[in-house]
């Protein structure tokens, strides 16, 4: 069989995303309605023109938009992970980084808001610089997006120290899973002793989208370009490493500090997506899963479409959060994490089915 | 006659004009005499205890009964989900009062205490419960201290000028966001005092919107708590509502957040604080724009 070209499925995640942006566009919590109509033609109807001006440049565009990229940052750092750890389940989730960089949040939260919940004092309206989960403050997506990138580096650190490496799979995983748990476990600890912060972290925890501004929007924008970038400069390293490391020495590669290099990669992606989203489970795993059962191709390739593949997946996904329920909202990691696990298992099983292993 | 057939009675062994309760749950407790040690693990009930006069029988609450300021002083078992087993027997109340929502009501009983889940909803739920529990506490003037709180929310409705009745208000109890619907208790006190609320009574009491909703019906007045209420005017396309942009906000303090949550005897003064909000912010501004 010949494989699709790589290109072809570029344009083709390209455009998958933009049809899914105007429809993301035009669903909210009156369920699906066109809102392009309006927009496109201001004279039928000012007044309905400026309503939808509003909703969708202030809050439909940017959540968005600002879904795409979280998206595209988790199947990036998805594919980074496994190509890293030469392991087809590792993921932001099971290394742990996701529950580090939920607990750099929960910590920097807790310090910043304290008692208070507020820096600068006073009430809201006094422009005080207001520290919560949800704010758009530049400097607040900043500093939770600092925190988190320590705590992914940390989680990572942690998993690699406790599983000597990365040389031996299940030991690697298992290092993965018990950080995550203790991780998260300090996470409810921290809330427990911030009450304070305790309900918007909740709905933090879970994943969504609802809050998703322009300052969180460009921030991850910003950061998936350089993180593409880095990855891409570094995906030889990959390449090299997918043949051993003795190989990928005897290339001439220098692995160790490029190694180094990617786990801040993997860490900056998944702290940036975690700052501004919250938890959101499966789309860095199932993404390179899903690239590498359409095509076989190099690591830079593969995390390129992985990337594609994620914002896409999470994009879909926020938009159906929103019209299931409407005006309610479905949290959108629950969802990611229902049809994700749903998507593995299916994987797994045609995988069994077909070669008698897994995939 | 009738004490030589009471103590003929007691002699038998037979219960003298036992107190009986059905609970929530539907299950029938009894008492020989009124309890005299009470635990409380629900903010609502301590404070109906209270204001029934029997706050002294109170030897132990949960972490959030802090009204009246008499309870913080004593013993803490715990939250209304996960309470200190140990710590509650080690108390040996009479009867233990709970959500029915806690699980902790089997084991309680299990270990042979008395337990009253009781669980108040709305306004008709806090007077249920109120004369629940002035009958197994033996007040005599329940219904008295029920009519001056149901006065005291009439009072507060009334007190409000015309001008008010109509105004749109989005009431967020957590910034999931969380609302309070007209089907929530909050929405009952704000019906009460003739608003109208932005989240109908079909999405459930407290459903999680899409911002964007609160954002299209664009409320006249915004009732929030301290603790939610951070990061409110830098929250995604809120800027361009009129309620922010008009500073038509009302910020509640912690203690007043907590009086206007609670499903108990203090709702005539959550009418109060909701009334002030409604008159310092809703009537001279919305005056000029309301046909």
Known sequence: MKQPRVAWLVLLGVLLALSLAALGICVGSAGFENLLQPLLNPALDPEQTAMAQQIVWEIRLPRTLGAWAAGALLGLAGAVAQGLFRNPLADPYLLGSASGAALGVALALAALGGAAGMLGGGNMMNSGVAVSVFSSSVWVRLGLTGAAFFGAVFAVLLTLVLSRGVGHTLRLLLAGVVVGVVLGALTQLVLLFSPDSLQAMQAFMLGSTAFVGWTSCVLMAGVWCLCVLAAWLLARVLDGLSLGDATAISLGLPVAPMRAALVAVLALATGTAVAQTGLIAFVGLAAPHLVRSIVKTTHGHLMLLSSLVGGVLLMAADTLARSLIAPQELPVGVLTAVLGGGYLLWLMHRGTARTGSPA | ?291
């Open chain 2, 1 to 291: 006659m009738k004490r030589l057939l009471g103590g003929l009675l007691l002699a038998l062994g037979l219960p003298v004009a036992a107190l009986q309760i059905t609970d929530d749950r539907g299950v029938l407790v009894t008492w020989a005499q009124p309890p005299q040690r009470i635990v409380s693990l629900l903010p609502s009930l301590s404070e109906t205890v209270c204001e029934l006069g029997r706050c002294q029988h109170i030897v132990g609450v949960d972490r959030y009964s802090n009204y009246p300021a008499s309870l913080r002083k004593l013993p803490q078992l715990g939250g209304g989900l996960d309470p200190n087993i140990e710590l509650i027997v080690a108390l040996k109340p009479d009867v233990v009062l709970m959500a029915k929502s806690s699980r902790a009501g089997d084991r309680l009983e299990a270990l042979g205490l008395k337990v009253v889940a009781l669980e108040p909803k709305s306004h008709k739920d806090v007077q249920r419960v109120m004369f629940k529990l002035g009958q197994l506490l033996e007040v005599p003037d329940t219904a008295r201290i029920w009519r001056a709180i149901d006065a005291g929310v009439s009072a507060a409705a009334q007190s409000l000028p015309a001008s008010v009745r109509g105004v749109k208000v989005y009431f967020e109890v957590n910034p999931g966001p969380y609302a309070a619907s007209e089907s929530s208790f909050i929405g009952e006190t704000l019906a009460r005092l003739g608003v109208q609320n932005i989240v109908p009574a079909r999405l459930g009491p407290f459903p999680k919107l899409n911002p964007e909703y609160i954002v299209r019906a664009n409320p006249d007045l915004i009732m929030i708590g301290q603790r939610s209420a951070d990061g409110l005017m830098s929250r995604p396309g809120w800027q361009g509502m009129r309620a922010l942009r008009e500073q038509r906000v009302c910020i509640f303090p912690a203690e007043e957040a907590d009086v206007l949550v609670r499903p108990g005897p203090r709702m005539a003064e959550a009418a109060r604080l909701m009334a002030r909000c409604l008159e310092a912010k809703a009537t001279r501004a919305l005056a000029g724009d309301r046909p």
